[in-house]
């Protein structure tokens, strides 16, 4: 939550800050400020609230050049959204100024004591302490005086600092917030992701908890907190900056879900070799397999659903019982793991503060763990025991589709790898043959726009929608549901269709829709009684059915067809309808569909 973003090297900066940004609204969009040094020496501070459309106007016009700035995209935690909130923040003697993503934990404490010692305050923030602390431990080095205020403050934190004296040097730090360095020969950035800089450079190093690097033109040297030089290796990012454009699409999130049948088509063969399926960065034996009894799976969000999905899969492909967890649950329940276990943590973005810390539990507990994610260096790829990635490519849309379809594409995989290995399950030729069928059933799913306005122009203006289905597809149901309220602010619940009739049922009156997942399957009759069941109180029922299934036509306001497939895999088709019309309904109700209020993409607070 919140993106910073700095830059310093030989180009006018303003555009590279302010397009890296953008880049990063998804991670907190409450407010957003930029601070720039001109070639003349002048500091320029601009901020604003709200989106970044209202910064950018703040520069309209803006002609200096301008060769170091650090910005910021704000996710309000201490302090409402407001101007004065908004980074970056300054010291008492405006010289220093810093940008910050994360929480100061002890942040009173240190407020009260710099106070104290004569320090003014200019916002509720608890970033605001950090300057104020630099100020105060700063003797002529500001390596030193970061070195030393890193020290002292308790929290999570991704840093951006720079001393108006010296426009020659910009510092960062990181401790549990993400936060990458990247470089060309001559000019240097940070930023709290990559696709913020990846349009001028490919070179990225992944700062690691307790780093400081100082950045110059020419160089960039990297330091522990005791202050010793650290040796870092950097990697060349494969991804197209392209892929983290609209490309035309009115939405980032419309362009993802159209994007899905080359996202799980490209997790899939990345995972096979010979129609086999081969996990190169999973360094698993049967030796570590073989006393295995359980399998965890942690998640949050859309990656929980995902991770539900997941359960049905490994215990139908490996028959050993799957436990999935919200991370936030996980973390404090003391889960009963050892040397045996085998943790999974599914996530998006691999830094969701949740789950990573589920994982550094699982490790510190000795069970083997292993991170399916989709943003390559993220810091569950580097901490977990093996590492899977899903190739989905940047996912910028808040609401999270095409990251879930691969994430599901992964789990497949990874159940019939895991069978094999187990030496029970010896079937991968056929689950690769079927899995590949999957791409373009998604893409004729996707292609049906028109059912989804449809649908889109009947219920926007409903005030409830329930989500059902059974099975695999109960957690299909849960993740409609999700979508549907995070993106359209109307009130949706999923439930597992055959748990109506203890409770939810009570909501049904004529002006609910409740979409039903009806593929075939062995409990398609047990489905249609629920259906009916809520028909006979004059519910609207949307019905996502398989093709050939004219009987449902019956029971339903409107019908989605998915193509013919095996109940097992067709979540991966379920789950698109779902998508659709959430985007639809809330496009039709003049949502900020890529900037749910109250959102940010990558929540990396607890
Ligand atoms: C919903 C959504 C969130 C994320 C959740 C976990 O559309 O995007 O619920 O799924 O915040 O994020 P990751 O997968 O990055 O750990």
Not at 104 to 109: D, F, G, L, P, R
Not at 413 to 429: A, N, P, T
């Amino acid at each position: 939550m919140c993106g910073i973003v700095g830059y310093i090297g030989n180009r006018d900066c303003t555009e590279i800050l302010l397009g890296g940004l953008e880049k990063l609204e998804y991670r907190g969009y409450d407010s957003a400020g930029l601070a720039l040094v001109d070639v003349d020496n002048n500091i320029i501070l601009k901020k604003a609230l709200g989106k970044l459309v209202n910064l950018k106007e703040e520069f309209k016009g803006f002609k200096n050049e301008c060769h170091l700035g650090i910005g910021h995209t704000r996710w309000a935690t201490h302090g409402r959204p407001s101007v004065k909130n908004a980074h970056p923040h300054l010291d008492c003697q405006e010289r220093f100024i810093l940008v910050h993503n994360g929480i100061i934990e002890n942040y009173e404490e240190l407020k009260e004591e710099l106070i104290n010692n004569g320090h003014t305050f200019q916002s509720d923030t608890d970033t605001e302490v950090i300057v104020h602390l630099v100020e105060e431990n700063f003797d002529g080095d500001l390596l030193e005086a970061v070195k030393k205020t890193i020290n002292t403050i308790d929290g999570a934190y991704a840093l951006g600092i720079m001393d108006i004296k010296d426009p020659e040097i910009l510092i960062a730090a990181r401790h549990g917030s993400p936060l990458v360095v990247g470089g060309n020969e001559d000019e240097k950035f940070i930023a709290s992701d990559t696709p913020a800089i990846l349009k001028y450079t490919r070179k990225i190093f992944y700062m690691d908890d307790r780093e400081i690097a100082v950045l110059k033109r020419n160089s960039i040297y990297f330091y522990d907190y005791e202050g010793k030089k650290i040796e870092k290796m950097h990697r060349i990012l494969n991804w197209d900056p392209l892929m983290a454009e609209k490309a035309g699409y009115d939405h980032f999130m419309l362009k993802e879900i159209y994007e899905q049948p080359r996202a799980v088509r490209e997790t899939l063969f990345s995972k096979i070799k010979k129609e086999k399926f081969f996990f190169e960065d999973l360094k698993i034996d049967k030796e570590r397999l073989k006393d295995l009894r359980k399998i965890n799976i942690v998640a949050c969000g859309t990656s929980y659903h995902a991770s539900l999905i997941g359960k049905f899969i490994f215990e139908k492909v490996l028959r050993i019982p799957v436990d999935v967890d919200y991370a936030s649950e996980f973390r404090y329940r003391d889960p009963i793991l050892d040397k045996d276990s085998v943790v999974i943590v599914v996530s998006q973005s691999g830094e969701t503060m949740d789950t990573l810390e589920a994982l550094r539990i699982a490790k510190d507990k000795g069970a083997y763990t292993i991170a399916i994610v989709n943003v390559f260096g993220s810091t569950m790829s580097r901490e977990a025991d093996g590492v899977i990635y899903t190739i989905a490519g940047p996912e910028i849309g808040v609401a999270s589709t095409k990251a879930f379809t691969s994430q599901l594409m992964t789990l497949y995989s990874l159940s019939v790898y895991l069978g094999e290995k187990l030496g029970i399950c010896f079937e991968s030729d056929n689950v690769v043959r079927t899995l590949k069928t999957l791409s373009p059933m998604i893409e004729t799913v996707i292609d049906d726009v028109d059912i989804y306005k449809q649908i889109a122009t009947n219920y926007h203006k409903a005030t409830d929608f329930l989500y059902l289905g059974r099975g695999i597809n109960y957690p299909v149901a849960l993740e409609g549901a999700l979508k549907l309220k995070e993106i359209s602010y109307i009130h949706a619940e999923g439930y597992p269709a055959g748990e109506m009739k203890h409770g939810p049922i009570a909501l049904v009156e004529n002006e609910v829709p409740s979409v039903f997942v009806v593929n075939k399957s062995p409990l398609y009759k047990k489905v249609i009684s629920n259906i009916q069941e809520i028909s006979a109180r004059d519910g609207i029922i949307i019905s996502i059915a398989t093709n050939g299934d004219n009987l449902i036509q019956k029971y339903s306001n409107k019908v989605i067809y998915i193509p013919e497939i095996e109940e097992f895999y067709s979540p991966l088709l379920t789950v698109i309808p779902t998508q659709l019309i959430a985007y639809f309904i809330a496009k039709k109700r003049g949502a900020d569909i890529d900037k749910p209020r109250n959102l940010a993409k990558s929540v990396t607070v607890e």
